[in-house]
T-cell receptor
Framework: SAVISQKPSRDICQRGTSLTIQCQVD?????MFWYRQQPGQSLTLIATANQGSEATYESGFVIDKFPISRPNLTFSTLTVSNMSPEDSSIYLCSGGTGTNYGYTFGSGTRLTVV | QKEVEQNSGPLSVPEGAIASLNCTYS??????FFWYRQYSGKSPELIMS????GDKEDGRFTAQLNKASQYVSLLIRDSQPSDSATYLC??????????FGSGTRLQVQP
């Protein structure tokens, strides 16, 4: 299965600023996704990162707040824009071939907005 | 109704016992089912996948699927303290993203 490198692993940011999180996969994957996980809670899907086109966002998440890029089959970024303390969370990227295998996850980015 | 439901636990079992984790799902078109293990402060790690009714065994882990009852379970035999973690059940339809349950926290007592 694919190995996903995610960075930064953690950051503390000022409100009103933006942070870009990067995920690099060691092999080409068909599907990539971005999730958010609040402490002690399960994973919430933010969006599906589509290669070469606009991401598909879930209800409650919008492109202006969480712009996503996926220029090729091995790389994606998520930007958290105009941050507020409510954006403090763990952000995870995930990817895979979408066939009879599960998806793997990056190591996560722990974001704290102050 | 949540799409994937799990008992949040904690489920406490003694070392060496069998831990039984359960999950129900509401979407009848779900095709693939997964169990992930997540240690505190770490990202989820895939431990089992199952696609057909019945049992699938991998080492100390057995996944069970009953599509008629919309039920998935994970059995962990000879539980070890290192198995203490949160176990997430997930479903998928086609190439879509995974839908996760809220997770069951397992505690294995030495």
């Amino acid at each position: 299965s694919a190995v996903i490198s995610q960075k930064p692993s953690r950051d503390i940011c000022q409100r009103g600023t933006s942070l870009t999180i990067q995920c690099q996969v060691d092999s080409q994957v068909t599907m990539m996704f971005w999730y958010r996980q609040q402490p002690g809670q399960s994973l919430t899907l933010i969006a599906t990162a589509n290669q070469g086109s606009e991401a598909t966002y879930e209800s409650g998440f919008v492109i202006d707040k969480f712009p996503i890029s996926r220029p090729n089959l091995t790389f994606s970024t998520l930007t958290v824009s105009n941050m507020s303390p409510e954006d403090s969370s763990i952000y995870l990227c995930s990817g895979g071939t979408g066939t009879n295998y599960g998806y793997t996850f990056g190591s996560g980015t722990r974001l704290t907005v102050v | 109704q949540k799409e994937v439901e799990q008992n949040s636990g904690p489920l406490s079992v003694p070392e060496g016992a069998i831990a039984s984790l359960n999950c129900t799902y509401s979407d009848r078109v779900s095709q693939s089912f997964f169990w992930y293990r997540q240690y505190s402060g770490k990202s989820p790690e895939l431990i089992m996948s199952i696609y057909s009714n019945g049992d699938k065994e991998d080492g100390r882990f057995t996944a069970q699927l009953n599509k008629a009852s919309q039920y998935v379970s994970l059995l962990i035999r000879d539980s070890q303290p290192s198995d203490s973690a949160t176990y997430l059940c997930a479903t998928r339809t086609g190439r879509r993203a995974l839908t996760f349950g809220s997770g069951t926290r397992l505690q294995v007592q030495p």
